[in-house]
């Protein structure tokens, strides 16, 4: 019989710390839109273009840049066969401060990301370094995108 109580006792105890730590894992979920306000450039080509059609600096800009964007509400998905390229949103960081260097004089901007949009079709995708990933978004991205391009 004692044997049973430790037991009962032991799988409860369990059962109450493996529920306590996972009460916070909501909150600890990765954050694109922060990540992407850490941006201090984005410039916007155009297919066919060396230029920059639009450069955006200014930091409530981007915020609104990445605000308008909607990140929580793409979905994974494979974009249609048929896609002509409408704009390419580059995304640019402060280069990281390593250890020893001072942060003063590091004013290189660094690529992170960016952002591809087709033409007539509510369909991203989105590259960090080497990963590429194809969304569909709301119609209402794909339309803020668009105006940013024309």
């Known amino acids: 019989m004692k044997k049973v109580s430790v037991l009962i006792l032991s799988i409860i105890t369990v059962v109450i710390l493996l529920t306590g730590c996972n009460l ?3 909150d600890k979920s990765f954050d ?5 306000e850490k941006s201090k450039k984005i ?15 200014d ?4 915020e609104n840049f990445v605000e308008s964007l909607n990140v929580n509400e793409w979905k994974l998905a494979d974009k249609p066969s048929q896609t002509e390229e409408q704009a390419k949103y580059i995304l640019y960081q402060a280069d990281t401060a390593h250890l020893g260097e001072s942060k ?5 901007l660094m690529e992170i990301a960016y952002i591809v949009t087709y033409k007539d079709i509510p369909y991203i995708d989105l590259r960090i370094k080497d990963v590429s990933l194809s969304f569909k978004v709301p119609d209402d991205v794909s339309s803020y995108l668009f105006n940013i391009s024309k």
């Open 43 to 57: 410039e916007v080509m155009l297919p066919g273009d060396s230029r920059a059609a639009v450069t955006i600096t």
């Open 104 to 108: 003063k004089g590091n004013t290189e």
């Open 32 to 36: 694109w839109n922060k990540s992407i």
């Open 24 to 26: 916070n894992d909501k």
């Open 59 to 62: 930091s409530k800009e981007i």
